[in-house]
């Protein structure tokens, strides 16, 4: 017995190599695709910025953008896919927004939930205006007192809640118009400028003129306004105002960069890496300001503002932006062989006389020419480095206040992927 036990082991043993050799020549391996996030949810200021995510995958995966994330969500893959490089554009708006990535390596599906906050509410507000409405030699006559002029600061929209006739005009000293036109949608509205705030320092709006039954019923100004902190110090015999990077990246293009002075002494030059200067001038009734453009974000993005030279006693009390950046909806559409662009009366009611519209185009080709009624263009042209843009005047409300902009040709492969205006 005991040695029949001995002849069945050995069988056993001898017959291991071969049954292991017929189940690997069977069995097919199947290596399953992994694929881990460093992270699978993201939330980043209101201002435009970029964030490394770390990716582990045995193997190339694709990389999606959710529905309406890609205006103002972009990605790179990187370092032969072990990171994912996320970028953001700034968030015009006080409503906070979301968007996802979809990262797909063969069946294994990963999300990357983004979440842009707003900018904050805190820095949005509203004022009142007081105002008169008097009658003054057969003319009816709205004013405004200088402390309340002072109080709008620049670059704030001024809206006056009106009915749909009529017309005003704000007269200066000389009793020449500065701001005019009719109501769209029952209110007026305009953007307050250094220009104005210069106009209006000394005596406010003194002599506004209504006619033909223009009525206000209320006065106010709105705007989002962000405090900047700066340093001033003394290098090489030179007084030198500098901003860091980061307090730059807070400033939405399309802003403007207010200086408070105690006095209208002196002059400030902020220049770039080249010392030419980008931005500079003296202060006026104790304010200096500067639009805040994409040439300034570009020059301000790596170092800020590095080198401010203050001369023959310019002095700040404080620095700060305000913005008032309004997105606008529009539609294109093709029209008996034309491509047509159209802004409808409610959105055209939306953009202030003396704002910026600013069409956002992929590529530099192409034109648009907007018409009126007569098939006249009032503004037309192609962008330069992706961007077309004009202002918005008394006459261009005055057309677009009864169909908005109805007529907009667009040619040679001219597209658009964002509309909207600034102050």
């Not at 006739?165 to 118009?177: F, Q």
């Not at 293009?253 to 890496?273: H, K, Q, Y």
């Not at 993005?301 to 309004?326: C, H, K, N």
Request: proline share 3%; net charge negative.
């Amino acid at each position: 017995m005991k040695r029949n036990k001995i002849l069945l082991a050995a069988l056993i043993i001898l017959g291991l190599p071969f049954m292991f050799l017929s189940c690997s020549e069977e069995d097919e391996v199947i290596i399953k695709a992994t694929l881990e996030l460093e992270l699978g949810e993201l939330s980043v200021p209101y201002t435009a910025g970029d964030t490394i995510i770390g990716v582990s995958a045995n193997d190339d995966y694709a990389v999606t953008l959710y529905e309406d994330a890609g205006d103002w969500i972009s990605y790179e893959i990187q370092n032969n896919g072990e990171s994912l490089l996320v970028s953001y554009t700034p968030n015009d708006s006080t409503l906070e927004r979301t968007g996802r990535l979809i990262i797909i390596n063969d069946d294994v599906m990963r999300f990357l939930d983004i979440k842009q906050e707003g900018v904050p509410s805190s820095g949005s507000n509203k004022i009142d205006i007081e105002y008169t409405v008097t009658t003054q030699g057969g003319y009816t006559i709205f004013s405004v007192g200088e402390q309340e002029c002072n109080k709008i600061p620049i670059g704030a929209t001024v809206v006056i809640d009106c009915g749909d006739v009529g017309t005003i005009s704000l007269l200066d000293a000389n009793y020449t118009e500065y701001v005019g036109g009719g109501p769209v949608n029952g209110t007026f509205s305009f953007v307050w400028t250094q220009e104005i705030a210069n106009i209006t320092a000394t005596g406010g709006i003194t002599t506004g003129v209504l006619r033909d039954g223009f009525e206000i019923n209320s006065v106010y100004a709105v705007y989002t306004k962000g405090n900047l902190q700066y340093s001033i110090n003394s290098q090489g015999g030179y007084t030198i105002l500098s901003v860091s990077a980061e307090e730059c990246a807070k400033v939405p293009v399309g802003s403007n960069v207010i200086f408070e002075c105690p006095s209208d002494a002196g002059t400030v030059s902020l220049l770039d890496a080249s010392y030419n200067e980008f931005a500079g001038g003296s202060p006026v009734n104790g304010l200096f300001s500067f639009g805040w453009t994409s040439a300034i974000a570009e020059i301000t993005e790596s170092a800020g503002i590095t080198t401010g030279v203050l001369r023959d006693g310019f002095d700040i009390s404080s620095m700060y932006f305000t913005s008032v950046i309004t997105d606008l909806e529009y539609s294109v559409n093709n029209q008996g062989g034309y491509t047509i662009f159209s802004v409808t009366v409610e959105e055209c009611a939306k953009i202030p006389i003396g704002a910026t519209v600013v069409f956002e185009c992929p590529s530099d080709a192409g034109t648009i020419s907007l018409l009126d009624a007569n098939y006249v263009a009032f503004a037309e042209g192609g962008p330069v480095n992706g961007v077309f843009s004009f202002v918005w005047t008394k006459e261009i409300a005055a057309i677009t206040a009864t169909s908005g902009i109805a007529t907009g040709v667009i040619r040679n492969g001219f597209e658009i992927t964002s509309l909207y205006c600034h102050n």
